[in-house]
């Protein structure tokens, strides 16, 4: 099975910027779906933003025009630029990567990073 290590979550003031970034390792499997769920402050976790492998993207409302996912298959990495981030954006963020091992679809998270931002 994969395994999802994110990295570039931290504390950014409102207005600001971040990249997350996450890498899939592991063998056996290839990659269909790949992104970001995220969790705020007592809510379950949500769906952020996801990238297809055929390049079609999904997003929840609240991010859209600020956030853009994007992957890279050669390295089986995605990211997520987060722009204008407000205080509503602190969450923790968990890598999601849908994969395919031969048999059947499955879906994993990593482990989560969080992403504060302060008013």
């Known amino acids: 099975q994969p395994q999802l290590v994110e990295s570039g979550g931290g504390l950014v003031q409102a207005g600001g910027s971040l990249t997350l970034a996450c890498t899939a390792s592991?063998?056996?499997?290839?990659?269909?779906?790949m992104g970001w769920w995220m969790q705020k402050p007592g809510k379950t976790r949500e769906l952020a933003a996801v990238v297809a492998s055929g390049g079609s993207t999904t997003y929840a409302e609240s991010v859209k025009g600020r956030f853009t996912v994007s992957r890279d298959d050669a390295n089986r990495a995605v990211y997520l630029q987060m722009n204008s981030l407000k205080p509503d954006d602190t969450a923790i963020y968990y890598c999601y990567a849908n994969v395919f091992d031969r048999i059947k679809y499955e879906s994993y998270w990593g482990r989560g990073t969080q992403v504060t931002v302060s008013a």
């Open positions: 592991g063998s056996g499997f290839s990659i269909n779906r």
